[in-house]
């Protein structure tokens, strides 16, 4: 019973969490590079809530997206960090309270232990070139930005 409340509460709780911080990176990086943000959203499918452009989906624990609205004044290299945005937002809040908290890999004391270890899987995971049924990983877009 455990495992299926601690599932539960990672996955409707934590993830969206995890997956906010990692779309506010790519976010970050288009700001500061002048360029704006069409969408910013959190999970997949219909959307449940909206606030300009900013969108809860039905499925607000699977991932997200951060779309430009006028990405093509970026240079290749201002690409290349908003792409990376993500993967370094999770990985430098997962480095902080880690640094914090005196983390353990792979022992879980409590959610914090979890959002840590969830937070280091999502780089992980993001730096995979591969596409997904939610889209291109931001390793895939790396891959392909630099093919191009």
Same mark, same amino acid.
Request: charged fraction near 15%; proline fraction near 2%.
């Given at each position: 019973?455990?495992?299926?409340?601690? &599932?539960?509460?990672?996955? +409707?709780?934590?993830?969206?969490?995890?997956?906010?911080?990692?779309?506010? %990176?790519?976010? &970050?990086?288009?700001?500061?590079? %002048?360029? $704006?943000? *069409?969408? &910013?959203?959190?999970?997949?499918?219909?959307?449940?809530? #909206? $606030?300009?452009?900013?969108?809860?989906?039905?499925?607000?624990?699977?991932?997200?997206?951060?779309?430009?609205?006028?990405?093509?004044? +970026? *240079?290749?290299?201002?690409?290349?960090?908003?792409?990376?945005?993500?993967?370094?937002?999770?990985? +430098?809040? *997962?480095?902080? !309270?880690?640094?914090?908290? %005196?983390?353990? &890999? +792979?022992?879980?004391?409590?959610?914090?232990?979890?959002?840590?270890?969830? *937070?280091? !899987?999502?780089?992980?995971?993001? !730096?995979?070139?591969?596409?997904?049924?939610?889209?291109?990983?931001?390793? $895939?877009?790396?891959?392909? !930005?630099? #093919?191009?």
């Amino acid at each position: 019973m455990d495992f299926l409340i601690n &599932f539960v509460i990672i996955t +409707l709780f934590i993830c969206p969490i995890i997956a906010l911080i990692h779309e506010s %990176g790519h976010a &970050f990086f288009l700001k500061i590079f %002048g360029a $704006k943000v *069409s969408e &910013f959203s959190i999970g997949n499918g219909d959307i449940l809530w #909206r $606030k300009n452009n900013f969108f809860i989906k039905k499925a607000y624990f699977f991932g997200g997206r951060v779309v430009p609205e006028n990405h093509e004044i +970026l *240079s290749k290299n201002q690409r290349v960090f908003f792409y990376l945005g993500g993967v370094l937002f999770n990985f +430098l809040s *997962s480095l902080v !309270l880690h640094l914090l908290t %005196g983390y353990e &890999f +792979l022992v879980f004391r409590n959610y914090l232990d979890s959002f840590i270890f969830v *937070s280091y !899987l999502f780089v992980v995971i993001n !730096l995979i070139p591969l596409n997904t049924i939610i889209g291109a990983t931001d390793g $895939k877009q790396l891959v392909e !930005l630099y #093919r191009n």
